[in-house]
């Protein structure tokens, strides 16, 4: 039920048009007990990876709320639109326009809900990718392996792996840059490959309202069952 329900949710949920960037070279780096694989660009970008861990790790915590649109995207070439709504910690919330599916986290569990098929699918969160994301401390060098860094002038991404092998794939959280802002993020496995989700006219700081984050049997369209 645990491998069934996150295969269901990393296709549904986790996608994003590819982004682009130039052809990559990796380069063994291991700094001060920082498990890294640093990675340079053709036109590199001067980089010190625990430096950049810092920061990113220092901007995530500094995140309370994001609020948008989004465009999700997978490898069999199906895409979808929809509402973003996320409050640090724990807690998320996707809605899209053309498919039945609801996705919310309330800082525990997440749920898949289904208005169509009027079922809900729930697991821990810490059992899906998303606990990379929504973690309490969001830490790029603890509980996690740094997979690798690569920094382009406009964008920075950053790939990790569950450091306990329950979690299959890497996760890859992507960066805008030189003014530092969330862009979304890929998660890549071998059951699914690579799904994408890409953030659109975001709003940070807003306040939102803690009934979005509620997982509720009235948010499928009619009555029905709870699986």
Do not use: C, H
Request: no cysteine; hydrophobic share 40%; aromatic share 10%.
């Amino acid at each position: 039920m645990k491998t069934k329900f996150i295969s269901l949710a990393i296709a549904a949920i986790f996608v994003l048009p590819a982004f682009s960037a130039a052809e990559t070279v990796p380069v063994n780096s291991v700094d001060d007990g920082v498990p890294a694989q640093e990675f340079f660009t053709a036109e590199p970008v001067p980089m010190d990876v625990q430096a950049e861990v810092k920061r990113l790790n220092k901007f995530v915590r500094s995140i309370r709320t994001i609020k948008g649109g989004f465009v999700q995207t997978a490898v069999n070439g199906s895409m979808e639109t929809g509402n973003f709504y996320w409050r640090r910690p724990g807690k998320l919330r996707i809605e899209y326009k053309n498919s039945p599916l609801l996705i919310v986290a309330d800082g525990t569990n997440i749920a898949q809900i289904d208005k169509e098929l009027e079922t809900i699918d729930q697991i821990r969160i810490s059992w899906t990718p998303y606990k990379f994301l929504l973690s309490r401390r969001f830490d790029l060098s603890k509980g996690v392996e740094l997979v690798g860094i690569e920094k382009l002038p406009e964008q920075t991404r950053v790939t990790i792996r569950d450091l306990d092998g329950e979690m299959d794939g890497e996760f890859t959280l992507v960066f805008a840059e030189p003014n530092l802002a969330l862009i979304g993020w890929t998660w890549e496995n071998a059951y699914d490959g690579q799904v994408d989700f890409i953030l659109t006219d975001t709003v940070e700081g807003e306040k939102l309202a803690s009934s979005l984050f509620v997982i509720r049997e009235q948010d499928r369209r009619r009555g029905g069952r709870r699986r």
